[in-house]
């Protein structure tokens, strides 16, 4: 009949969006929702902070030493009197960098060593597999302990007492954070790799760096994603022990973990001094933990939400 039209099935139902739909998934886990607010409005304290909040963090007041929290300093002082929201929020920015920086660092390797060994067919792939058996066999803690006293002095010459700390610190715990994203890789590799739209790509002559870039990698970074979340907080908890045992960054630099360490002595008396720098490195783990269920939750297709 004139003037009638028929809605088409895309109309009726709008247009799909893969990024629509893992939102759509996404957003069904509130826990996951809740924690990125969290983690945002951590994420902004730390950055736009200063900018806010202009104490000094090496200000020394000895007569306000150990107070409590108040107007004046909300998360209260320590033994010298330094304002510890101050110090939170320089050291703040530390521990994060340094959980995204070893995330990266252990998502490249990984990656790289189990797209490697996902791909191979022969030997290649059964030894890089037996290496990341054997670190995986490793102690973690004390290995991580033997490096940063080994070459921590040397890196603090080349690049200054932070910046060699930092790049010892992001570089060993990325460095032996890998090899579970390398298994996973691999596994999702031999996996993908047989599929019908590989073998298609394979018959038309597409090169093995091709078949992996264009069609088996995109397919195999959800995993990847959900492996670096939880390495993100696996390498603040990591940094937070090292700076907790002296062995972190300088006393001068408060990262979160250091703050931990210097409040030690002072809990019957100031338990505000731990309190904060603990809470925090808390909601940080916890709250990227929950990230990653919502985040596996979205980017596993063969989940029905």
Known sequence: MAGLTLASPSAERGVYSPWRETWRRYSR??????????LLILVLAVVL??????????????????????????????????????RMIYGGRISLAVGLAAMLVSVFIGTLIGALAGMSRGALGHGLMWLTDLFLSLPQLPLLLLLIYLFRDGLKQVFGPEGGIFILIVLVIGGL????????VRAQFLSIREKEFVEAARALGASPVRQVVRHILPNAVGPVIIA???DVAAAIIAESTLSFLGLGFPPDTPTWGRLLYDAKDFLDIGPHWALFPGGAIFI?????????????????????I
């Open 177 to 184: 954070r890998w090899m579970p994203v390398a298994r996973l």
């Open 29 to 38: 886990h509130r826990l996951a929702v809740v924690s990125a607010f969290l």
């Open 228 to 230: 670096g979340t939880i």
């Open 49 to 86: 902070g200063p900018f806010v909040w202009r104490v000094k963090i090496n200000d020394i007041d000895i007569i306000a030493g150990m107070q409590g929290p108040s107007l004046a300093h909300p998360f209260g002082t320590d033994d010298l009197g330094q304002d510890i929201l101050a």
């Open 284 to 304: 940080a783990v916890v709250a990227i933990n929950f990230i990653g269920d919502g985040l596996r939750d979205a980017l596993d297709a063969r989940r029905v």
